[in-house]
């Protein structure tokens, strides 16, 4: 939108003005919204599969305990890669802070936690499946291991976002300023379209 002075005063400007609103305090990252819509098209899709096949072909196999120590050990791993972050951000690291490798811990943090929610909604579709059949000794301890998954996929949910807010740097206040009207005795606007000429 345009701001026009009435021509009360000579050598007015038309100057756009940006909207107004409360900056964004962050770059927009991985939110836990997304991971959300993640976890929650997993576990629909999962169930309609899962169902399906359980159905008419047969029972998918159950999860082994190896598939549950992976993500527990891919949360330790980006754990230790973002601590050197961590204590940079606090000022207690004495060596040059590698921007390459700071950028690829975010990306590994933010891929983690969307994975964590894919994978805890899809076991988690699972064991809703094996439910009815929850009766065997054998479905219970699937649905048992299921359930692992499902909190070693939170605990990748978990990590990823704590990592990701250790990569996170604020801008600093004066960074963020609104457009406002400026005239020409005022000096240059910021955002100026020229001169107003009435028609």
């Not at 992976?70 to 791993?77: A, D, E, W």
């Not at 076991?123 to 291991?145: F, H, M, N």
Request: proline share 7%; glycine share 10%.
């Amino acid at each position: 939108m345009a701001d026009v002075d009435g021509g009360d005063r000579a050598g007015a400007h038309v100057v756009n003005r940006a909207p107004d609103r409360t900056p964004r305090r962050d770059d927009g990252g991985l939110r836990p919204a997304t991971i959300g819509w993640a976890f929650a098209l997993a576990l629909s899709v999962g169930y309609l599969i899962q169902r399906l096949l359980n159905d008419h072909i047969g029972r998918m196999p159950f999860p082994g305990w190896y598939g549950a120590v992976l993500p527990v050990l891919l949360c330790v791993l980006i754990v230790i890669a973002g601590l050197p972050i961590r204590r940079w951000r606090a000022g207690r690291l004495r060596r040059r802070l590698d921007p390459l490798r700071a950028f690829r811990t975010l990306l590994l943090a933010r891929a983690a936690a969307l994975a964590g929610g894919l994978v805890a909604g899809w076991y988690l579709a699972q064991a809703l499946v094996l439910v009815p059949d929850a009766e065997s000794a054998v479905v219970l301890r699937g649905i048992q291991w299921c359930l692992a998954y499902v909190a070693a996929g939170l605990s990748m949910i978990g990590c990823g976002l704590l990592v990701q807010s250790w990569c996170r740097l604020d801008p600093p206040d004066d960074s963020h300023k609104s457009y406002e009207r400026y005239d020409a005795d005022d000096g240059d606007a910021p955002y100026d379209d020229g001169p107003y000429e009435p028609r």
